[in-house]
């Protein structure tokens, strides 16, 4: 990983560390989002008719499989005494004692029978000199999702609390008129995705921006959640009127 992205990656996932070594052992990882390209405008009443005729999604940088797909998941120790939360290019372990933080890049991975083994590149600090390491994900006997490398502490699994609820927050009329939903609506949306993605997350911030694609007439817009990544989720209507998060 060459050093000027380490340190934009260290910026960015500043406050995850902060928090989690603040005792928080349930984080989420960051999906950095990309707003839409410099056709789109983005409107924070539907009054204001200035959104453009195209709007790229944020998040959407291509399909993406294997190790890559752990980003954004939690996972904890057996004694349930230390934390991993995995973002895009950082592992971040927590325990009573801090929090460290672990770079990394994806050389090659193998998948099989429901087994993943994945060579990284890591590094432990901006500057440091990295080397190679294993990371292996396995599906034990008793279904629980375990990965093990010997750059962690210990081996962890995957931490898959059930969510009940997501709050709304800062949505009001102007957000339900423009979609044609309600509340409700996004909630259930979101629900899901915190499920999978967040299970820490208890509310989602709406950002008061709405894009709109006139070319094949689907809504954007987005929320932060509060889990300790302030994960960002893209939330699209398609010209059905079918809601998905992102």
């Not at 005792?23 to 999906?31: F, H, K, L, P, T």
């Not at 839409?36 to 291509?62: F, H, I, N, R, Y």
């Not at 899901?192 to 299970?199: E, T």
């Amino acid at each position: 990983m060459q050093r000027k992205n380490k340190v934009i990656l260290a910026l960015a996932i500043g406050a995850v560390a902060l928090v989690v070594a603040s005792g928080a052992v349930r984080c989420s990882a960051m999906d950095t989002s990309h707003g839409p390209d410099e056709q789109a405008q983005p409107v924070e009443t539907p009054q204001e008719e200035t959104m453009s005729q195209q709007a790229q999604e944020p998040g959407q940088e291509g399909a993406q499989g294997g190790f890559a797909d752990l980003k954004n998941t939690s996972w904890k120790s057996e004694d349930g005494k230390s934390a991993l939360s995995i973002i895009e290019g950082a592992l971040i372990e927590s325990n009573e004692g801090g929090s460290s933080i672990l770079y990394y890049t994806i050389d090659s991975e193998d998948a099989h029978d429901g087994s993943l083994t994945a060579t990284l590149s890591v590094s432990s600090s901006m500057t440091g000199d990295e080397e190679k390491t294993v990371a292996s994900v396995r599906t034990r006997d008793d279904g629980a999702r375990e990965i093990a490398c010997d750059r962690l502490a210990c081996a962890y699994v995957l931490d898959a609390p059930s969510v009940s609820d997501v709050a709304i927050v800062g949505a009001d009329e102007n957000l339900y008129q423009t979609f044609g939903k309600d509340e409700r609506d996004f909630a259930g949306v979101l629900l899901d995705y915190a499920r999978q993605s967040a299970p820490s997350a208890k509310s989602a911030t709406w950002s008061k921006e709405v894009w709109v694609d006139f070319n094949d007439m689907s809504y954007l817009t987005t929320f932060t959640l509060d889990d300790a990544a302030s994960t960002i989720v893209s939330v699209r209507m398609d010209a059905s009127g079918r809601l998905g998060a992102l």
